[in-house]
């Protein structure tokens, strides 16, 4: 079974998004992005299903999801913006859907 510990797999999403910070030090993003990441899990598991349950490791199309999704709620945090407003990133159900769960009833 496919676990991520969200915790270590949130500073990979920090190097993914180019934020500074380190596990080492105070001034980082890890406490604005850690919920995020948590966020964008149980976003991808409401349509895929626990990630737990899937291949081990864990399928990089759905890992790349959760980078895809955390740098989107990243950049647009508020309901509303100024100027444009921003769709889910290219791409992300194309990584999503064939891990997607179908239930009809």
């Not at 920090?14 to 890890?30: A, C, K, R, V, W």
């Not at 604005?32 to 349509?47: D, F, G, H, K, Q």
């Not at 709620?73 to 064939?98: C, H, K, Q, W």
């Amino acid at each position: 079974m496919a676990e991520i510990s969200v915790e270590n797999f949130t500073w990979e999403v920090m190097i993914h998004l180019n934020l500074p910070g380190s596990p080492f030090t105070e001034q980082s993003d890890y406490a604005v992005v850690l919920p995020m990441v948590r966020t964008a899990v149980a976003v991808i598991e409401s349509w895929c299903g626990p990630i737990a349950e899937m291949s081990e490791p864990a399928p990089e199309p759905i890992l790349h999801a959760i980078r895809m999704y955390v740098g989107h709620l990243y950049e647009n945090r508020e309901a509303t913006s100024l100027g444009s407003v921003n769709e889910m990133p290219l791409g992300f159900f194309d990584l999503i859907g064939p891990y997607r769960k179908w239930a009809f009833g």
